[in-house]
């Protein structure tokens, strides 16, 4: 969790691999777009800052978070050349239990992409108990979950590339 003091949208931008040949996919949920289209700009702009062309970045919707599990699947196989895929979403706790059974969906359903697939599955989701969290965390205080994830995605893209080795 991001406290004080702790910049989601930091890194050492020497420490990363060239990343000028990954292609990588993005899965954006629609569901509080306000949070969800500042995590895909944080990690749209992180990954053209690390060399990735936008030609080499292919961006879905989908409807909600709990969808990013189909439409990971669906991109994974229609594009099996990506080097990676980032799951965007952001899930508000409301008043009712559906907040508990979304996340616990969408977790599990991105952990079981990356145990059943070849191609990294970055978790991007949002987690928050409201929307002045998700917006801390979404470009705000905090910095953005999407750089965080973007950064992920090229160091597991790289880590793929050299187990092929």
């Known amino acids: 969790m991001a406290t004080e003091g702790n910049n989601l949208s930091d ?70 050349m990506l080097d990676a895929i980032i799951a965007i979403g952001s899930v508000i706790e409301g008043e009712t239990k559906h907040f508990d059974f979304v996340c616990q969906g969408v977790t599990q359903g991105i952990k079981d992409l990356n145990i059943q697939t070849d191609t990294p599955i970055i978790f991007c989701v949002l987690t928050d108990q409201n929307m002045q969290q998700a917006i801390d965390r979404s470009g705000g205080k905090h910095g953005n979950k999407g750089t965080e994830a973007a950064i992920a995605a090229i160091k597991m893209a790289k880590l793929r590339q050299d187990a092929k080795y």
């Not at 700009?41 to 990013?68: C, H, M, Q």
């Not at 599990?69 to 594009?79: A, N, R, S, V």
């Open 11 to 80: 890194y050492d931008k020497d420490k990363l691999p060239d990343a000028s040949d990954f292609r990588i996919g993005i899965v954006v949920s629609e569901w509080n777009d306000k949070i969800t289209e500042g995590l895909y700009d944080g990690a749209y702009n992180a990954l053209i800052e690390n060399n990735v062309t936008p030609k080499k970045i292919v961006r879905w919707n989908v409807p909600g978070s709990f969808e990013l599990i189909y439409g990971c699947k669906k991109m994974q196989e229609t594009f099996d």
